[in-house]
């Protein structure tokens, strides 16, 4: 198709550059011939284009009516295992078939994992069959996906053994990698010749060629055998290792026999042609082998050519006339072209691409991205490597020729998808990081479709193959790559690329307003910061986890003033800056309306939003009821200077709990959609910052990864470059806000931690407790017991504690020492316990002291993998030092045993000793990190000893293991360097200088230290690398802890089945335990492939195993299934694996559900084991949370109704492609035999209350419901916070967050040091303690009773309450009569009636009544 640039633009597509010809009719010439060919001289008037692709229409949207019009969206995926694959592409598409007419026929069978070879491929072939007397061919492809469907894999098979030739290239999934061995291994003695390149050591050894061999490699001295040996071991760049070996072969061939160098030699021409990847090349592989080694051809000669080579690195242009190897060259080219005339600061962009799309002609979508990108006047320096390491052609051809050493290219985005440094099998994250860190622009990585065509990327829910999203979207985070979007389709008839014009357009608008970021002076930039507010109320203004905002907000204000930012009239202080956002102008502080900053009319909305008539199906015609005054949408916030400070509308579902009931999804209402048309169309923000963990923006509806035109997270976000701060210890929702709204995501701390301490009763505990040792011989041992117990039914405790009715005078003394163990064992658990105090404020690093507690958990943990020596944890050297083993004395303390519990104390208390003295010699005179001047004199004349030797001077640890202890101190030494250092304010200037930020992991702290310091570009991890070893070793540990507590509770009986929730975050955390403990409950271990990659199982024999296998149900949160598909499937494999073990079923409970399910339903076994669970593709939450915090709910079967409705979706690893699958019969089905609820807490930082995502994924109630016999489940939790595991009820679970948080003076302490966003955490913890009474009825009276007495009967406490925050007020209080009224708290009418009062007093004060 041939267009000119204006009609192009008509169109609305780009004017792509390069059309791709059929390679049938390209003829002889050379490669770089045909790819300049085809594109006019200059001054031509016309361009070709490639096949225009848009990313399809807008779907549906969801009605209005009475079942909110949301009934799930259902594709057909086909039928069989294929059917549920990614890709129903045809392998026949890929099969040609000569009439042989008296020739020789010739079959091949190649597999490969792209499909860029498939159009040279069959032209090389359809060459040789027009153009041969002698020979033809017969050829058929595979794409390595296309082997997972089992009627695939027999034509394969079938194909495999009545062929000649084999050839396989980047086969570096295990699994199908087994299927390949499977199929040609048989074949290969019957092969004439079998090629496979850069692939799974097992498959390489499959290679054969003559006398040349990879299968003997392992055993023999050779150069290629030791690199097969290092295969095994270091896999992070096997390509590259191969080429390199191809370059050094020919110097040691000559001193080999002459016809096992003449075999080897033709290996390496094999491998030069593959990769030169041209018809010509490709030609000539299949010419050269066919004479070499099918006898047939024994004495042909078909006069082939050597390897046409290609630059192993170079600039490739569509328009070029060839490759260039050296930047000035290229640019000396580029200057002189009349077809473009861009100023001289134009902004530069610097491209990534793969050697294999260029050589063998599936360029079309390169070519579309360079033409859009020079059409919105940019210039591009496009870059190629021949292998995977593409940090080579960055470092020389992205830097200044000139030799200043500076960037020459202000934006770079890569098209390979792949990560910059390595390949399929694995990257090499720290020299990308490097040589990005050096170059210091932005990185953006794009990705071309690779195993979807375009129709099926359309049509999925999922949007990119899951095994796509491993490879080209997980491992790229790592180097700091953001914005995945996709911007290239695959052509189902050629397998050619193709350009999708309206993603290169959104592709293209992004990277040129990242690089003007670098152009802009700062008093020009306009920025856009977003505040949040959950649920929607004033009060709620500012939401984010553990952050002032507004505190934050002034701090980065001033200091972007110092760096020249227009930030106008900023107010004086903080509250000021509040009030100016939260009231209108003229009004009072209580009035209920934020400040309007613009009132946008419906027709300029409907002018300036392209989606917003796909809105009105589902909200109306606008303005609608939200964010509008009735005739305009209004816009909250308020400017200054050339800073906006705006607040984002919310959902607009909450409250309608119709909708909440039915939808499976949201979609933005006309008010939400207004607020970023303003943000790019009216106010021109040259960025966005989203402030604090998190807004909505993320979650609207659209493809889980690789976003359409029509996802509302695209289409919301529009070109606006999207910085984000999100909290360093949430990397699982800050990953769905870095693949779906483009951010840029820049991690926070979250507050100091502190031990929770003890208070009132409980501190009066500890102290009789000391009592009790001390006189326990004596005759007063009898009457402190008795206090003791008295004083712990006071505080509570007697739901933790068995403590006993009879006199104590009848109980002996070992009797008494279990009761005071238990009891002392309780408090040391409330008293140690890490809690966050106060709110972060962004770019204040904590203090030296503030360190301390974080460094004492830090020190707490085994690090057996730390390198170059492993750690030990200091309490496992103190207990050492005294000759016990630390593993006994959990244990112990775990008893409640006196002595071990004291012990326990004792070691705790040494260890914080010595941290506090540690960290006091670093501590400056302001009480940060610096140089203690005196310290250091006096250690330097010996007047003082290092601070840990003084710490344990004359204790019973002084004996400590001084090599051991100095080992540790230096790593504690870095933590402290890393924790109180800060980059939070610095990355965001960075980034808005349009430079690069670094990269980092985000998770736990205390578990990885490595996620410090704050203000890196937050990722998660590599999603094929969990669970590891040390995650399987602590999720055995927590699986046995759970089982056999359940099992001393009812008579020894094991549960039949457990409901599992699993959390994206938690996972990245621990390195997948909960993942782990699913896979240890059914009794099957997972196991890393040959390249480290965890994607094998193994059944344990039940004889080791030691009890039956305990069935499952797992509900994945929407962001666990999003980051961890193929864990999913993996689990699901798991179970399914489990399920098919033939055992007697009293010994395997999965087997006997899913069989009982199997003839219940008549389905198959496999499908009666399916257990994995979650929300439908693009949804998230069960919608109780959204529900329970704004109180519109009538009753818990409605709450219960939600989660069904909403979590039942099945995934089915038969049927991977297919996403989650409506599977409501299954769930409830499955749901009817469960025993026991089960959640992981594995943060400090996070804890059942803190959050409503523990409680708006607890089925307790909901599994009652359904069982056939009425009975609650069991629910427990388990606690992997400290390094001493703990499995607790549910009950005790939520008491012991009560009294270290909610009712804990040192907690609502700090929160209210930080104002009015502490009163709202406070309101928070009670509004989702009546989440977990409504989901489990697990809270006792007495919680409300005590945070009653605290914050309402308290009059003083209340007043502060009011005057700081009134609206977060009126809904603490209004939370307390909604417990009372729903049944929850069984208050008295003296307590309802002061809440009455305080409510009318409130109502007042916020209405201005005086």
């Not at 996972?1067 to 335990?1073: A, D, L, Q």
């Amino acid at each position: 198709m041939v267009v000119s640039q204006t009609a192009a633009a008509v169109l609305g597509a780009s004017p792509l550059v390069l059309s791709t010809n059929n390679a049938t009719n390209l003829g002889r010439k050379s490669t770089m011939h045909r790819l300049m060919q085809g594109v006019n001289k200059c001054g031509q008037g016309t361009r070709k284009v490639t096949a225009m692709v848009a990313s399809g229409p807008r779907p549906p949207t969801l009605g209005s009516g009475s079942n909110g019009g949301d009934e799930p969206l259902k594709i057909n995926i086909g039928e069989g295992m294929m059917g549920g694959g990614f890709t129903n592409v045809d392998p026949e598409s890929r099969r040609i078939v000569p009439d042989a007419n008296g020739r020789t026929k010739i079959k091949i069978v190649y597999v490969v994992l792209e499909s860029q070879y498939q159009s040279s491929l069959s032209a090389a072939v359809n060459r040789i069959n027009d153009q041969r007397g002698n020979i033809c061919i017969e050829i058929v492809g595979y794409l390595l996906e296309e082997l997972r469907d089992a009627e695939n894999f027999e034509n394969f098979k079938e194909d495999v053994a009545s062929a000649n030739i084999f050839i396989g290239s980047l086969i570096f999934i295990e699994e199908l990698a087994d299927k390949i061995v499977e199929a040609v291994g048989p074949a290969r003695e019957t092969l004439d010749a079998c090629l496979v390149f850069p692939s799974m050591p097992a498959v390489m050894k499959l290679n054969k060629l003559g006398s040349f061999s990879m299968s003997q490699l392992g055993q023999s001295k050779s150069v290629i055998g030791d690199f097969i040996k290092s295969a095994r071991q270091n896999n992070d760049n096997f390509e590259e290792g191969l080429l390199k070996l191809v370059r050094t072969l020919p110097k040691v061939l000559k001193y080999l026999p002459s016809d096992k160098a003449q075999d080897a030699r033709n290996f390496v021409n094999a491998l030069q042609y593959w990769v030169g990847g041209n018809a010509d090349n490709l030609e000539n592989l299949i010419l050269s082998t066919v004479q070499s080694y099918v006898p047939e051809f024994k004495d042909t000669d078909f006069s082939t050519s050597d390897p046409e080579l290609f630059p192993d690195i170079g600039i490739w242009h569509p328009t070029a006339p060839t490759f260039y190897e050296d930047l000035k060259e290229y640019l000396n080219w580029y200057d002189t072209r009349t077809d473009l005339d861009l100023p001289k600061d134009a902004p530069v962009i610097g491209l990534v691409l793969q050697r294999s799309h260029l050589v063998t002609g599936d360029e079309g979508h390169y070519a579309g991205v360079v033409s859009e990108l020079e059409a919105r006047g940019a210039k591009v320096v496009p870059v190629f490597a021949g292998a995977l390491d593409f940090s080579a052609p960055v470092k020389k051809f992205f830097y200044d020729p000139m030799g200043t050493g500076r960037s020459y290219v202000d934006t770079v985005v890569s098209l390979t998808g792949f990560a910059l440094v390595g390949g399929p099998a694995r990257q090499d994250a720290p020299k990308a990081v490097e040589a990005l860190k050096e170059l210091d622009v932005p990185y953006l990585c794009s990705l071309p479709l690779v195993f979807q065509t375009t129709e099926e990327w359309l049509d999925s829910q999922l949007g990119v193959h899951p095994v796509q999203v491993a490879l080209q979207v997980a491992l790229p985070e790592l180097d700091g790559a953001i914005e995945p979007i996709v911007f290239a389709g695959r052509d189902s008839a050629t397998g050619k690329s193709h350009s999708l014009p309206d993603r290169i357009d959104s592709l293209c608008s992004r990277a040129i307003k990242w690089a003007r970021l670098t152009k802009k002076k700062n008093q020009d930039k306009k920025l856009a910061i977003t505040v949040f507010s959950f649920p929607p109320d004033k009060g709620n203004v500012g939401t984010a986890a553990y952050l002032n905002v507004f505190g934050s907000i002034f701090k980065v204000l001033q200091d972007l003033k110092k760096d020249g930012y227009n930030v106008g009239e900023l107010p004086g202080t903080e509250r000021e800056l509040i009030e100016s956002i939260l009231n209108a102008e003229e009004q009072k502080f209580n009035s209920n309306d934020l400040n309007v900053a613009y009132k946008m009319s419906v027709d300029e909305y409907q002018r300036l939003c392209p989606y917003a008539e796909a809105l009105e199906e589902n909200w109306g015609q606008p303005p609608g009821q939200l964010n509008t005054n009735g005739q305009e949408l209004l816009v909250y916030g308020k400017q200054f200077g050339n800073v906006f400070i705006g607040v984002q509308p919310t959902f607009g579902y909450e409250g309608d709990p119709m909708r909440l009931l039915f939808s499976k999804s949201a979609s933005p209402h006309h008010g939400f959609a207004a607020y970023y048309t303003f943000l790019e169309s009216i106010f021109e923000a040259d960025a966005v910052l989203h402030f604090g963990t998190h807004g909505s923006l993320e979650f609207m509806p659209g493809k889980q990864v690789g976003m359409s035109g029509v996802c509302y997270p695209d289409s919301l976000i529009g070109s606006i470059p999207n910085l984000y701060y999100y909290a360093a210890n949430n990397p699982s929702e800050a990953t769905i806000a870095k693949r779906r709204s483009y951010a840029n995501t820049i991690s926070y701390l979250t507050p100091p931690a502190e031990n929770a301490g003890l208070y009132k009763g409980l501190k009066e505990l500890k102290e009789l407790i000391s009592s009790y040792q001390s006189m326990r011989d004596s005759g007063r041992s009898d009457a402190i017991c008795a206090t003791i117990i008295e004083t712990a039914r006071q505080c509570n405790l007697d739901k933790d504690v068995k403590l006993p009715e009879d006199d104590t005078k009848e109980l002996d003394m070992e009797e008494k020492d279990l009761i005071v163990g238990n009891v002392y064992r309780k408090l040391m658990e409330i008293e140690s316990r890490l809690l966050p105090c106060g709110l972060h404020v962004v770019g204040c690093a904590p203090t030296a002291e503030e360190a301390v507690a974080t460094l004492v958990n830090i020190a707490e943990l085994d690090r057996p993998d730390q390198k170059p020596e492993p750690i030990k944890s200091l309490p496992s050297i103190l207990a050492t030092a005294i000759g016990r083993d630390i593993e006994d004395i959990y244990s112990g303390n775990n008893k409640g045993i006196l002595e071990d519990v004291d012990t326990l104390q004792r070691i705790t208390e040494a260890s914080r000793e010595c941290v506090s003295e540690f960290v006091k010699d670093r501590t400056g005179m302001d009480g940060r990190i610096g140089t203690n001047y005196l310290a250091n004199i006096m250690k330097m004349f010996g007047l003082i000893a290092e601070p840990y030797v003084r710490a344990l001077q004359g204790t019973e640890f002084a004996k400590a293991d001084r090599v051991e202890i100095v080992r540790l101190f230096k790593y504690i030494e870095f933590c402290l360097e890393q924790v109180v250092k800060d980059n939070e304010i610095g990355a965001l200037k960075e980034a808005l200088d349009g430079k690069y930020v670094e990269p980092g992991p985000g998770g736990d702290p205390i578990r990885n230290p490595g996620v410090l310091p704050t203000g890196k570009n937050i990722h998660a991890l590599d999603p094929q690398s969990i669970p590891t070893a040390a995650a399987i070793k602590n999720a055995k540990v927590v699986v046995d802890r759970l089982l056999e507590r359940q099992a001393m509770d009812n008579d020894g009986k094991y549960p039949e089945s457990i409901a599992v929730v699993l959390w994206g975050t938690d996972n990245i955390k621990t390195y997948g335990e909960s993942l782990a403990q699913v896979m240890m409950m059914v009794g099957v271990k997972p196991v890393p492939d040959a390249l480290g990659r965890v994607n094998k199982l193994e059944v344990i024999p039940l004889e080791e195993l030691g009890r039956p296998r305990v069935d499952v149900v797992v509900n994945c949160s929407g962001v666990f299934r999003d980051l961890f598909v193929n864990q999913m499937s993996l689990m699901d494999r798991a179970i399914k694996l489990a399920a098919e073990q033939d055992e007697p079923l009293e010994m395997n409970f999965v087997r006997k559900h899913a069989m009982e399910v199997a003839e219940k339903e008549g389905v198959t076994l496999r499908d009666g084991a399916t257990r994995v669970f979650s929300n439908a593709s693009g949804s998230y939450s069960s919608n109780v949370n959204l529900a329970v915090e704004n109180s519109s709910w009538s009753d818990e079967s409605q709450l219960q109704e939600m989660y069904l409705n909403r979590k039942s979706f099945a995934f089915n690893s038969d049927r991977p492609g297919a996403g989650g699958e409506e599977s409501r019969e299954m769930f409830t089905s499955a749901m009817k035999t469960v025993d026991v609820t089960f959640q992981n807490l594995d943060s400090s930082e996070i804890s059942l209350t803190d959050v409503s995502h523990y409680f708006d994924s607890d089925p307790t109630k909901l599994v009652q419901g359904l069982r056939d016999d009425g009975k609650a489940p069991s629910a427990f939790i388990a606690d992997t916070t400290t390094a001493n595991a703990q499995v607790r009820s549910l009950s005790e679970t939520v008491r012991l967050d009560a009294r270290t948080k909610l009712l804990n003076p040192k907690w609502y302490e700090g929160m209210l040091g930080s104002g009015y966003e502490g009163v709202r955490e406070i309101q928070k913890r009670l509004t989702n303690t009546v989440g977990w009474s409504a989901t489990s009825g697990m809270v006792d009276n007495w919680v409300y009773d005590e945070a009653n007495s605290t914050f309402i009967e308290d009059e003083e406490m209340a007043q502060r309450l009011l005057e700081t925050n009134p609206n977060s007020f009126r809904k603490l209080v209004a939370t307390f009569l909604e417990a009372n009224g729903r049944g929850y708290w069984d208050a008295s009418e003296d307590q309802l009636e002061r809440l009455r009062q305080l409510y009318t007093d409130v109502e007042d004060k916020i209405e201005g009544v005086e």
